[in-house]
């Protein structure tokens, strides 16, 4: 049983990766949303851009992979070619994370290029590639499972990126993309604690800070706990949608 | 295991509405299979039930020996489906589509190009191996469905209204190889709502009516429920509103069916009775007859009897040519 869910998920996620990764959807809310974020914040401040890099690493790896995850479960929802995967010899949970991982290399593709382009071009060689690693992979998993819950919810491409968007862009505000959480009103700052982008944020900041601060282990582990919080709601959507 | 499947009592509500009504029946290793009905009689809902799509509300179901509710990813393994669209990847080739389902099924990786050639040329797309799905004409793309789920070599092949949408030349064409397939020894269930069709392939037919099976039997027995019986079609010139109704009141006891264009056909009764109440008809309401034929009876006549639908139902719901 195992094995042949195992095959599956990677087949599956091999050949999201070969079908969907070139979609329109997927280019501009995956790749040149972020790009202009990132361009939009360089030229506003320049001189002390390396302080905004964890941030925009993360705002890449949430947008990457929850557009991912809009185009490799909706366009199969919607011409009913996910039905097709479900009835091969897989369990249901198989099949979701099959697509789960599919957004995830896709986001992990883009956090690479983007954290290799940051170190490169802003020489931040110090960082801690381990803490790198322990971050980005579980939140790359948190992200591309919430693109999941969110678009088996609907059934067209545009009304999942629309729906996805609401969390983006809180998260985004709230969660030390920008704007340093310490320097936000309580009332927020304890909002910002129950979102994942802000471990994902905070992590990152160890990563490359040359004297870390916070334990990295413990935003793993919340970040693991957000992957179990939106795997196991979404496989139960997407078999509640086929039972 | 002596059935291909085995369903008893099999329900399905989606909210209030009842899909599919206490089913029960059982498909024989290497039979053809047919659920016949029209558009809305719970034939797709039986197949995604049976094929671990949907999950009964009510009743069980054995396909190959495996507990539909319980053991579906066993069965999945040795069952093909041909859903009612043809749903494979419109961005990937024809060869890479296949490739991609023998995978997902775990052929070894040495057989699974020599499996996927075998079902293009066996199917006539080898030439076509390299074109992306999308670009393939609807009959190409309906045979490419079916190769796909044949690619492991399963030994019950669910076929869901394979012809629906195909032109006349490209539906004969897969009849043809879904009759090949029951020499190959695959037991197949097929749903349609064309009667020519089930009468054409199917071994046994079961006939199916807002959810509930009404008779399963074979081809031959279902046509001879007729075959006693006197069948009159009668033509009339132009459009004859209500003409069936009318002629019903003065035909008492006899079954008068609307057909196809300005058609009725009159079954049972004295065939001189008959012809002489038509006559007087047409003289009294003005209206011209065109021909009057006795009919031998077909499936379809003996659908009308069993179901007490008319024909045009199967057509007019699913609207789309032949």
Same mark, same amino acid.
């Given at each position: 049983?195992?094995?042949?869910?195992?095959? @599956?998920?990677?087949?599956?996620?091999?050949?999201?990766?070969?079908?969907?990764? /070139?979609?329109?959807?997927? !280019?501009?809310?995956?790749?040149?949303?972020?790009?202009?974020?990132?361009?939009? +914040?360089?030229?506003?401040?320049?001189?002390? +851009?390396?302080?905004?890099?964890?941030?925009? !690493?993360?705002?890449?790896?949430?947008?990457?992979?929850?557009?991912?995850?809009?185009?490799?479960?909706? +366009?199969?929802?919607?011409?009913?070619?996910?039905?097709?995967?479900?009835?091969?010899?897989?369990?249901?949970?198989?099949?979701?994370?099959?697509?789960?991982?599919?957004?995830?290399?896709? @986001?992990?593709?883009?956090?690479?290029?983007?954290?290799? @382009?940051?170190?490169?071009?802003?020489?931040?060689?110090?960082?801690?590639?381990?803490?790198?690693?322990?971050?980005?992979?579980?939140?790359?998993?948190? +992200?591309?499972?919430?693109?999941?819950?969110?678009?088996?919810?609907?059934?067209?491409?545009?009304?999942?990126?629309?729906?996805?968007?609401?969390?983006?862009?809180?998260?985004?505000?709230?969660?030390?993309?920008?704007?340093?959480?310490?320097?936000?009103?309580?009332?927020?700052?304890?909002?910002?604690? /129950?979102?994942?982008?802000?471990?994902?944020?905070?992590?990152?900041?160890?990563?490359?800070?040359?004297?870390?601060?916070?334990?990295?282990?413990?935003?793993?582990?919340?970040?693991?706990?957000?992957?179990?919080?939106? !795997?196991?709601?979404?496989?139960?959507?997407?078999?509640?949608?086929?039972? | 295991?002596?059935?291909?499947?085995?369903?008893?009592?099999?329900?399905?509500?989606?909210?209030?509405?009842?899909?599919?009504?206490?089913?029960?029946?059982?498909?024989?290793?290497?039979?053809?299979?047919?659920?016949?009905?029209?558009?809305?009689?719970?034939?797709?809902?039986?197949?995604?039930?049976?094929? #671990?799509?949907?999950?009964?509300?009510?009743?069980?179901?054995?396909?190959? #020996?495996?507990?539909?509710?319980?053991?579906?990813?066993?069965?999945?393994?040795?069952?093909?489906?041909?859903?009612?669209?043809?749903?494979?990847?419109?961005?990937?080739?024809?060869?890479?589509?296949?490739?991609?389902?023998?995978?997902?099924?775990?052929?070894?990786?040495?057989?699974?190009?020599?499996?996927?050639?075998?079902?293009?040329?066996?199917?006539?797309?080898?030439?076509?191996?390299?074109?992306?799905?999308?670009?393939?004409?609807?009959?190409?793309?309906?045979?490419?469905?079916?190769?796909?789920?044949?690619?492991?070599?399963?030994?019950?092949?669910?076929?869901?209204?394979?012809?629906?949408?195909?032109?006349?030349?490209?539906?004969?064409?897969?009849?043809?190889?879904?009759?090949?397939?029951?020499?190959? #020894? *695959?037991?197949?269930?097929?749903?349609?709502?064309?009667?020519?069709?089930?009468?054409?392939?199917?071994?046994?037919?079961? *006939?199916?009516?807002?959810?509930?099976?009404?008779?399963?039997?074979?081809?031959?027995?279902?046509?001879?429920?007729?075959?006693?019986?006197?069948?009159?079609?009668?033509?009339?010139?132009?459009?004859?509103?209500?003409?069936?109704?009318?002629?019903?009141?003065?035909?008492?006891?006899?079954?008068?069916?609307?057909?196809?264009?300005?058609?009725?056909?009159?079954?049972?009764?004295?065939?001189?009775?008959?012809?002489?109440?038509?006559?007087?008809?047409?003289?009294?309401?003005?209206?011209?007859?065109?021909?009057?034929?006795?009919?031998?009876?077909?499936?379809?006549?003996?659908?009308?009897?069993?179901? #007490?639908?008319?024909?045009?139902?199967?057509?007019?719901?699913?609207?789309?040519?032949?």
């Amino acid at each position: 049983m195992w094995p042949d869910n195992l095959r @599956g998920i990677y087949y599956i996620a091999l050949k999201d990766m070969r079908t969907y990764y /070139l979609k329109p959807p997927a !280019i501009s809310w995956g790749i040149v949303f972020p790009i202009a974020w990132i361009l939009a +914040f360089y030229l506003r401040n320049p001189w002390h +851009f390396e302080q905004l890099v964890p941030g925009l !690493i993360a705002m890449t790896v949430l947008f990457s992979t929850t557009a991912a995850e809009a185009v490799v479960i909706n +366009f199969e929802l919607r011409l009913g070619s996910l039905e097709r995967l479900l009835l091969a010899p897989l369990s249901l949970p198989a099949v979701l994370l099959g697509k789960v991982l599919g957004g995830a290399f896709f @986001g992990l593709i883009m956090a690479t290029v983007v954290t290799l @382009g940051a170190i490169l071009a802003l020489g931040l060689f110090q960082v801690n590639l381990l803490y790198l690693m322990l971050i980005l992979m579980p939140s790359l998993l948190v +992200f591309s499972s919430l693109g999941a819950l969110l678009c088996v919810l609907v059934k067209e491409v545009f009304e999942a990126q629309t729906l996805l968007n609401l969390p983006r862009f809180l998260m985004i505000f709230l969660s030390g993309v920008v704007y340093p959480i310490s320097a936000m009103p309580p009332m927020l700052r304890s909002l910002a604690y /129950l979102l994942p982008l802000t471990y994902t944020v905070d992590g990152l900041r160890q990563a490359f800070s040359p004297t870390p601060q916070t334990m990295i282990i413990v935003d793993t582990l919340v970040l693991v706990g957000f992957f179990i919080l939106f !795997i196991i709601p979404a496989m139960k959507l997407l078999a509640r949608k086929f039972t | 295991m002596n059935n291909a499947i085995e369903a008893s009592n099999l329900t399905k509500y989606y909210g209030d509405l009842l899909a599919v009504d206490h089913v029960s029946f059982e498909v024989r290793q290497g039979e053809v299979f047919g659920f016949l009905g029209p558009n809305g009689a719970g034939k797709t809902t039986t197949i995604r039930m049976l094929t #671990g799509l949907s999950r009964p509300t009510a009743g069980s179901a054995r396909v190959l #020996g495996f507990d539909v509710n319980s053991e579906i990813v066993k069965a999945k393994k040795h069952i093909g489906v041909v859903p009612e669209i043809s749903n494979l990847y419109d961005e990937m080739s024809a060869m890479d589509n296949l490739l991609f389902m023998a995978q997902l099924y775990g052929l070894p990786r040495d057989q699974r190009k020599i499996r996927a050639e075998e079902l293009l040329r066996s199917f006539g797309l080898y030439e076509r191996r390299d074109s992306p799905f999308r670009t393939l004409s609807r009959g190409m793309k309906r045979a490419l469905t079916v190769a796909a789920a044949l690619i492991h070599s399963p030994k019950l092949l669910f076929l869901d209204e394979p012809t629906v949408g195909l032109d006349v030349v490209a539906a004969r064409s897969l009849r043809a190889l879904i009759g090949n397939l029951r020499h190959r #020894g *695959i037991s197949i269930f097929l749903t349609t709502h064309y009667l020519e069709e089930a009468d054409l392939l199917c071994d046994r037919i079961a *006939i199916l009516v807002k959810g509930r099976i009404v008779k399963i039997d074979t081809p031959t027995k279902l046509k001879a429920v007729t075959e006693e019986e006197a069948v009159i079609e009668v033509s009339f010139k132009g459009i004859v509103s209500g003409v069936a109704k009318e002629l019903s009141e003065r035909l008492a006891g006899l079954q008068v069916v609307p057909m196809y264009d300005h058609k009725v056909r009159v079954y049972g009764g004295a065939p001189g009775y008959v012809l002489e109440t038509v006559l007087q008809f047409a003289r009294d309401k003005d209206v011209e007859i065109d021909s009057v034929n006795s009919v031998k009876p077909s499936l379809e006549d003996a659908f009308i009897k069993i179901a #007490g639908l008319s024909p045009t139902i199967m057509a007019i719901e699913k609207g789309e040519g032949r």
